[in-house]
């Protein structure tokens, strides 16, 4: 993995160099430049849109208390592509901007949950069942005895206010415009 990092922080300005010296020779200096300049306008407005989207739609899975894994995915996916739409190149601007397609990012999530369905020691749990590697599931926790241990406290759905503890006087923070 070192090795790829390493390669990959060769090869990238490598390409970005010799694509700028390709466009650049085919549109002019100056055309060049601003297209690099509307790439990053255009991927910071995408950015902040599908950002917003996908802060709402997790806080919205939190509120129906399912754990918002793809919204999380998808967060990673836009960080690393407005990350890739800010550093100047066309071949990361393309990779970036293909992040910003829901589709890519789907694709991308099942082909990563399968090469970890793969791995010898991923184990996961869903709804209280462990799925193997090899896709036979087994009821119960981690610990594979099927007791979940943990602490609760009653909250009537009417009066009280789900993220209000017994020490904590103040609500949390709402997320949105």
Do not use: Y
């Amino acid at each position: 993995m070192p090795l790829f990092i390493l390669g990959l922080f060769i090869a990238v300005p490598i390409i970005e160099i010799a694509v700028f010296i390709e466009v650049g020779g085919r549109i002019g200096l100056w055309n060049t430049i601003a297209v690099v300049i509307v790439t990053a306008m255009i991927g910071t407005w995408m950015l902040r849109a599908q950002g917003l989207k996908t802060l709402e739609s997790a806080r919205r899975s939190m509120e129906r208390q399912v754990f918002p894994a793809h919204e999380l995915f998808d967060g990673v996916c836009l960080l690393i592509a407005g990350v890739l739409l800010l550093t100047p190149g066309f071949v990361t601007d393309a990779f970036g901007f293909l992040l910003f397609m829901p589709p890519v990012r789907a694709g991308l999530r099942a082909w990563i949950w399968s090469v970890l369905r793969r791995r010898e020691g991923a184990r996961v749990w869903v709804h209280g069942e462990e799925i193997h590697t090899d896709g036979h599931r087994r009821p119960g926790g981690p610990a594979g005895s099927g007791t979940i241990d943990g602490d609760f406290r009653e909250i009537d759905p009417n009066t009280d206010s789900p993220w209000k503890s017994d020490t904590d006087d103040e609500q949390p923070p709402k997320l949105g415009r």
